[in-house]
């Protein structure tokens, strides 16, 4: 039906950068807003930043001013450029779309993994 794809995680040392990426592909009309959640042990998953159709974007207070989430609609892809990355941002970081289908839906990636050494 829907599916989302995430790629770019991996290992960093602290102070660096990392740029994720999610396409989305399947059979659907469009999509609406994008988001990027991140989940690390021991916590619950929270939204790191979020970007609507038509661009407007938010963030959550503790990636402010590091974070950037960008999308290419043609392409159907989210991004998040992480910059100056802190140990604490270690999580697995799951891409999230309000897909207009037959019946509008959330969907899910499967998640990358993110780890900053400190």
């Known amino acids: 039906q829907v599916q989302l794809v995430e790629s770019g995680g991996g290992l960093v040392q602290a102070g660096g950068s990392l740029r994720l990426s999610c396409e989305a592909s399947?059979?659907?009309?469009?999509?609406?807003?994008m988001g990027w959640y991140r989940q690390a042990p021991g916590k619950q998953r929270e939204l790191v930043a979020r970007?609507?159709?038509?661009?407007?974007?938010s963030y959550t207070d503790s990636v402010k001013g590091r974070f950037t989430i960008s999308r290419e609609n043609a392409k159907n892809t989210v991004y998040l450029q992480m910059n100056s990355l802190k140990a604490e941002d270690t999580a697995v970081y799951y891409c999230?779309?309000?897909?207009?289908?037959?019946?509008?839906?959330?969907?899910w990636g499967q998640g990358t993994q993110v780890t900053v050494s400190s």
């Open positions: 999230n779309a309000f897909v207009f289908t037959t019946y509008n839906g959330i969907y």
């Open positions: 970007i609507a159709s038509g661009g407007s974007t």
């Open positions: 399947g059979s659907f009309f469009s999509i609406n807003a």
